[in-house]
């Protein structure tokens, strides 16, 4: 099972672009990449999931490059309700998603 | 659209007690999970079921009991509730077991058990 480390917590100002980064050195050949977002009291919610190069959407954008032993979610312009928790999580369609303890960003005004 | 709907939302239990948590998916989602979240901590996965008729343990599944009722309903069971189980409770469900499909989440129960 590949084993993630991203950060325990950021901070930024409304406004600013996010870049979080999550390590998974030990990725498989079948593994994808996928962040989802919690808020308080709530379950969490998904972003934004790949496997290699760029993906984009409404709300993040993922990087990952060829070696796919990393990857960044990029939150563009965050503003105050993008305070939550990021998890990154690697895993193939076999199993069930595990997941760390997350990235807490809190924006600030 | 309800999604995946848990009951109850609060929950007080007495050490020893028993009690069943409910989790219903309006989506045809194939599998569904329960996972809990102990304060500041992430979700630990507890049993998941990847299509009707079969189950299948987490990282933490002592203490529980999963049955996957239907399609749609997939219980937690904690028999003799411990203060250890204290926490807040997450089921989810998707189209397929794995993470190529997006998990929806509950909105959770919180657990107490004095």
């Known amino acids: 099972l590949a084993k993630t480390t991203q950060p325990i917590s950021m901070d930024s100002y409304e406004g600013q672009e996010v870049n979080i980064t999550c390590s998974h050195n030990?990725?498989?050949?079948?593994?994808?990449i996928t962040w989802y977002q919690q808020f308080p009291s709530q379950g969490p919610r998904f972003i934004i999931q790949g496997y290699k190069t760029k993906v984009t959407n409404e709300v993040a954008s993922l990087f990952i490059p060829a070696d796919r032993k990393s990857s960044t979610l990029s939150l563009p312009r965050v503003s105050l309700s993008d305070t939550a928790v990021y998890y990154c999580l690697v895993g193939d369609d076999r199993r069930a998603l595990t997941f760390g303890s997350g990235t807490r960003l809190q924006v600030q005004p | 659209n309800a999604g995946v709907t848990q009951t109850p939302k609060f929950q007080v239990l007495k050490t020893g007690q028993s009690m069943t948590l409910q989790c219903a998916q309006d989506m045809n989602h194939n599998s569904m999970y329960w996972y809990r979240q102990d304060p500041g901590m992430g979700l630990r996965l507890i049993y998941y079921s990847a299509s009707e008729g079969t189950t299948d343990k987490g990282e933490v599944p002592n203490g529980y009991n999963v049955s996957r009722l239907n399609k749609r309903e997939f219980s937690l069971r904690l028999e003799s509730a411990a203060p250890s189980q204290t926490s807040v409770y997450f089921c989810a469900s998707s189209e397929r077991t794995g993470s190529d499909y997006g998990y929806t989440f509950g909105s959770g129960t919180r657990l107490t058990v004095v």
């Open positions: 030990n990725i498989a050949t079948n593994d994808y």
